[in-house]
């Protein structure tokens, strides 16, 4: 495999993780009865269009149908690309949780 090709496959790997990890955003918020896309524009306020968060909503199930996501999950994937802004404002949202005394996001 020529470097060409090498970087092409590393790229491609980058964004199909990438959509891996807005996907875990996204199926987390519907786990939490919360709106992607309003927790992403409070985190990114200029990015209003965001195509991949619409194709990951696209590919999110009902919360009864969905698996658990811990929330230290989430937050590590988060971490990992470097979404620190939507990291902060989903421990916002999990701290509003626990104040509320729902039980409803995990640790």
Excluded at 46 to 54: H, I, K, V
Excluded at 75 to 101: H, P, W, Y
């Amino acid at each position: 495999m020529g470097r060409k090709e090498m970087e092409e496959q590393i790229i491609a790997n980058y964004e199909r993780d990438e959509q891996m990890m807005i996907l875990i955003f996204a199926q987390w918020c519907i786990n939490h009865d919360l709106d992607p896309v309003e927790l992403y524009l409070r985190a990114y306020p200029d990015q209003a269009a965001n195509p991949a968060l619409q194709q990951a909503m696209e590919l999110t199930v009902p919360k009864e149908e969905a698996g658990d996501i811990p929330d230290d999950t989430l937050l590590g994937v988060l971490s990992m690309f470097g979404n620190d802004d939507l990291a902060f404002v989903v421990t916002e949202e999990i701290g509003k949780a626990k104040q509320a005394g729902r039980n409803s996001l995990h640790r």
